[in-house]
């Protein structure tokens, strides 16, 4: 379900929203919580504005990163983007990517944590654990800092193997490294500028000279690149003597790194399965189903997962769900699409979903928002049939200017420049017809193009 276009973060894997989206509405039960700032891959930015957009969170800014360079330096674009206002403002870090079921506790403690962190400390929020987990870093704990919750760092620990999980479960004094932080950010500057200058220089080199481009903030992309890339833990909290560790008991955390993850914080039936979507058993225990789209029906299997998509259908051992790095290892190796997109693909006007596909021919749906339009575009190698179903479609066709609604079409010849707009108020869905010697996605010249991609031959509609 992840793929590499679409990560986790944009999944509603555990309720009604995506990951992303329930992190940024955790901030409503945060008093006194500013509007957020988001950091995002630049590919991904239609993605975050949408999602935030459709749950009625207005960002502070989205700031741009033309490669990922870990949570070090995206720490120090987001502290600084703050100490510019206030240099005592608090910065609450949180990946996109968790579940946290008990949004009540998190906001409790996070007033805990501002509290510590006013102080000069750069506080973490350990997990309390509740199983020796080999999949987490740990944090061991050190004396007491005035509050019931609140302790020094003693030190933080590497993956463990089991014996090691066990032990630190037992000890009462480890705890899981959520990568979640309250930090003032002058402070969390001060500390980078003392042990990597060169990260925050590049950093902050990056922001001065960055292009404001709507709602988001595109970072230099040579200085952000020259940047070293490392995370926060390395960078800073290891090394650093204010380290200070919350202790987060009672938030339902998982960042759910596997289907088992998952399954274990999903509701269960009276024989410990967790069936998400339309599934049918007969004889099945302690099994993650998940059917997205197509009835799934298991019989006499225990202990397995399974999950079913448009385009893949996933069917391991619980015990052996981490392997599903290797096929899409696999995956890669031989070129297929599945390890990066969906069948629905999304872009910033809407999305498109292949429908069928032959020799010399593909057929998709596609949806346009409102208001939203596609480039002004070519195609060397094939023709297009539109067939509007819903709503209504402003169509650019060579010379021609059309309003088209339900049940009418236009055909789009070979070579002929075109563009296709939705001026009305609900979603246009249409049906495309594609034919042609070469029906592949870089068969695309754009003259024109609302979000900057003129002349770029990507992977894209």
């Not at 102080?119 to 199983?131: C, D, R």
């Not at 960078?235 to 960042?255: C, F, N, P, R, Y």
């Not at 009305?424 to 869905?429: S, V, Y």
Request: some cysteine.
């Amino acid at each position: 379900m992840s793929r590499g276009g679409y990560p986790k973060q944009y999944l509603n894997l555990a309720g009604e929203q995506s990951l992303l989206q329930q992190t940024v509405l955790r901030l409503k039960q945060i008093e006194g919580a500013e509007p957020p700032i988001l950091i995002s891959h630049e590919e991904q930015r239609f993605l975050v504005a949408e999602q935030i957009r459709k749950v009625g969170i207005e960002a502070e800014t989205i700031v741009l990163e033309p490669a990922g360079r870990n949570t070090a330096p995206a720490v120090a674009i987001a502290a600084l983007i703050l100490a510019a206002k206030d240099p005592d403002a608090l910065l609450l870090v949180m990946p996109s990517d968790h579940v946290i079921r008990h949004s009540d506790v998190f906001a409790r403690l996070c007033n805990e944590a501002a509290q510590v962190a006013a102080t000069g400390k750069l506080v973490t929020f350990g997990i309390k654990p509740a199983s020796p987990q080999t999949g987490y870093g740990y944090i061991l704990r050190g004396e007491a800092l005035g509050s019931a919750n609140a302790y020094k760092v003693q030190s933080f620990v590497e993956k463990p193997d089991l014996a090691t999980a066990e032990r630190f479960v037992g000890d009462g004094r480890y705890y899981w490294n959520s990568g979640m932080f309250m930090l003032k950010a002058s402070v969390y500057l001060s500390e980078l500028r003392r042990l990597n200058a060169d990260m925050l220089v590049k950093a902050e080199l990056s922001l001065e000279r960055s292009l404001r481009d709507g709602d988001f903030t595109r970072l230099n992309k040579d200085a952000f690149l020259a940047c070293p890339s490392d995370s926060i833990d390395y960078a800073v909290m290891e090394k650093t003597t204010e380290a200070a560790v919350i202790e987060a008991a009672g938030l339902g955390w998982s960042d759910i790194g596997s289907w088992d993850a998952l399954a274990d914080i999903g509701d269960k039936d009276e024989q410990g399965n967790t069936l998400v979507g339309d599934v049918l058993t007969d004889r099945v225990n302690g099994s993650y189903i998940r059917a997205e789209h197509r009835m799934v029906a298991a019989i006499g299997l225990d202990d397995v997962v399974i999950v079913e998509t448009a385009d893949a259908i996933l069917v391991a051992h619980k015990d052996k769900v981490q392997d599903v790095k290797k096929m899409v290892e696999r995956l890669n190796a031989a070129k297929r699409s599945e390890s990066v997109t969906h069948r629905k693909v999304y872009r910033p006007w809407g999305s498109y979903e292949g429908i069928d596909s032959g020799a010399r021919f593909q057929v998709k749906r596609i949806i346009v928002n409102p208001g939203s339009q596609l480039s002004l575009q070519m195609h060397h190698h094939r023709a297009e049939h539109w067939i509007v179903v819903k709503g209504t479609a402003l169509v650019d066709n060579g010379e021609q200017h059309l309003l088209l609604t339900e049940n009418q079409s236009t055909y789009i010849p070979l070579g002929t420049t075109h563009r296709l707009k939705n001026p009305g108020k609900i979603p246009l869905e249409l049906i495309e017809v594609q034919s042609g010697a070469y029906l592949g996605e870089d068969d695309i010249v754009r003259f024109e193009d609302t979000y900057g991609r003129v002349d770029k031959p990507e992977v894209v509609k």
